[in-house]
């Protein structure tokens, strides 16, 4: 038998695994202590809207992923000099 590649995912699935990946990427590219903030304050805001959004609310889903996107575009950007979560 063929090895498992782990379950299917949808299209939005993906865009959110994208989004944190690119986080987890971004935060490699800063100090220390900002990639620590950066991780953690991400994670932590995965994991509550994890908790909180139903996995069938594509509306908020796309709406939490506007915001985001818009996030790591700044991160992202060299004159981003430090991070500061909510």
């Known amino acids: 038998m063929g090895a498992s590649r782990g379950p299917i995912l949808s299209g939005m699935?993906?865009?959110v695994l994208a989004?944190?990946?690119?986080?987890?990427q971004a935060a490699c590219s800063k100090s220390?202590?900002?990639?620590?903030?950066?991780?953690?304050?991400?994670s932590a805001e995965f994991h509550h809207n994890s908790k909180l959004?139903?996995?069938k609310n594509f509306l908020y889903?796309?709406?939490?992923?506007?915001?985001?996107?818009k996030q790591l575009e700044q991160i992202n950007s060299p004159a981003t000099l430090g991070f500061v979560g909510k």
Do not use: A, N
């Open 53 to 55: 959004v139903d996995r």
């Open 61 to 69: 889903i796309e709406y939490l992923l506007r915001p985001g996107k």
């Open 32 to 42: 220390p202590e900002d990639r620590h903030r950066i991780e953690s304050f991400v």
């Open 13 to 15: 699935q993906k865009q």
């Open 19 to 24: 989004l944190y990946r690119g986080f987890l």
